[in-house]
């Protein structure tokens, strides 16, 4: 009699309507809120897609020169409003694990989107067709410019000048560790200094470089079950010299589409003391180890949206705190060359704010380099002349890092029977890239098995 009083339309609608819920999972016709929220992300994921909002580039100039028109900057914001509305209207403790996530993540995307555009908008109406060239800390609003660049390059809500003191924390704590290794060698800082400069740790003989990291990579493969699960999707990696000049600077890189890590020799001897914490970090189980993982899960499309950079690279430097679990490492000087980069890591955190938040010149930033670092005021230079282009990119291997080292030192601390390093890894490696600011959520408060330690991973951490 109902279906009777309906228009045909209507039935049709209604008829449609109960064949959609009849094909969700039980558990969402069970929960209203989950149904919701599936609209929620379907719709966030198309607008967000149709709107072509604008992703994250290397330097500000170019990120700058993506501020849309004034339309589009309303149309955008018009979005992001009503997703905010939508989604506080949800539930986050109603939906499952997996929805958790991207109710965070679109939430956090919300949140620095409407910033963005908040600091677009003042942009066009202080200073039209300004030039940018004078660097961040000149443009309009360049203040602000920065600290939204820092939360969005870092995946976290943080302030610059809170950054600026992690980086002499950080300063501190690698100081600190090259001292104990002049130490343990039984030299004078003037014999250590000499000692570096060695004939013995460098080399011009490609043949050589290839074998000691063929080497390398043969006893991180031998130890690696220590610290992680098996992954049969991690390819073993190729390993070759570099013939791309531009990036002749660094000592190495990672080419993700060929699964290939590329040392660097072109026309000055190779410095031997970087070649383990390098392999680490561009390979196994850094970056290549990585990206295998990652490409391997099914995650979401609102996950897939955005690309967060302090986890991909925080992750890469933190396998370099993991190389004498991994077999290397085990003398003086190969351990000294991880604390070497590491300063010049740290040393970077606080020049970044400087310069771009602080509004330090090139002089006042190499001299504070050279207050921490000697004899490389080539590599200040550039790196001072790189943070101007990049600002606060060089932030996410020290912050990224640092994050991952506390959340296992602080489940360590708290579980100390159960913890499992294999599952903290595994619990990363599968989850990530995130915002650091969920990925802390869910590892430290989250429903993750971490500390849910079985007796065969016991055995095989012993051994």
Not at 29 to 38: G, K, R, T, V
Not at 215 to 236: A, M, N
Request: hydrophobic share 35%; net charge negative; aromatic share 14%.
């Amino acid at each position: 009699m109902f279906m009777k009083s309906l228009t045909r339309t209507t039935q049709r609608l209604v008829l449609f309507c109960c064949l959609l819920v009849c094909q969700l999972p039980a558990s969402a016709q069970a929960n209203p809120n989950e149904l919701e929220f599936d609209v929620f992300s379907r719709w966030f994921v198309a607008e967000y897609s149709r709107l072509e909002v604008q992703p994250l580039v290397l330097g500000y100039i170019d990120n700058l020169n993506q501020v849309p028109s004034a339309e589009v900057i309303d149309t955008q914001r018009s979005f992001f409003v009503t997703a905010k509305k939508r989604l506080a209207r949800l539930s986050l403790q109603q939906l499952s694990a997996e929805d958790q996530i991207d109710y965070q993540v679109a939430d956090f995307e919300i949140r620095l989107n409407l910033e963005r555009l908040s600091l677009s908008r003042t942009l066009l109406q202080q200073r039209p067709g300004e030039d940018h060239s004078a660097g961040i800390y000149h443009i309009a609003s360049g203040k602000q410019w920065y600290a939204y660049f820092l939360n969005r390059w870092l995946g976290a809500e943080i302030e610059p000048d809170a950054i600026f003191a992690f980086g002499m924390q950080q300063i501190k704590r690698a100081k600190q560790n090259i001292e104990k290794i002049t130490t343990h060698t039984g030299q004078s800082a003037a014999e250590f200094s000499e000692t570096l400069s060695n004939q013995r740790f460098f080399t011009s003989d490609q043949n050589f470089v290839q074998s000691r990291f063929e080497k390398i990579r043969e006893i991180v493969s031998d130890h690696l079950s220590t610290q992680f699960f098996v992954y049969p999707d991690v390819p073993r990696i190729n390993i070759k010299r570099g013939d791309n000049e531009a990036l002749s600077q660094v000592p190495g890189y990672y080419n993700g589409q060929s699964g290939t890590f590329f040392y660097n020799l072109f026309d000055q001897p190779y410095n031997l003391r970087e070649s383990e914490w390098l392999y680490l970090h561009e390979a196994v189980p850094g970056h290549h180890f990585q990206n295998f993982i990652e490409q391997a899960q099914s995650h979401s499309d609102i996950r897939r949206l955005v690309r967060y950079y302090g986890f991909s690279e925080g992750w890469a430097a933190y396998v370099e705190e993991l190389g004498r679990a991994l077999g290397l490492y085990q003398d003086d000087y190969t351990y000294l060359g991880k604390w070497e980069w590491d300063i010049v890591r740290s040393v970077r955190v606080p020049l970044d704010v400087g310069i771009n938040y602080y509004g330090w010149t090139d002089e006042k930033a190499l001299t504070f380099w050279q207050q921490h670092i000697t004899d490389r005021d080539d590599i200040g230079r550039r790196e001072i002349q790189r943070m101007r282009r990049w600002p606060a990119q060089v932030v996410t291997y020290k912050y990224g890092a640092d994050q991952i080292l506390q959340w296992k030192q602080q489940l360590m601390l708290e579980n100390p029977a159960t913890f499992s390093i294999h599952r903290f890894h595994d619990y990363l490696l599968t989850n990530g890239p995130l915002p650091m600011d969920v990925l802390k959520k869910l590892v430290l408060e989250g429903d993750n098995n971490i500390c849910s330690v079985t007796v065969a991973e016991q055995n095989q951490s012993a051994k």
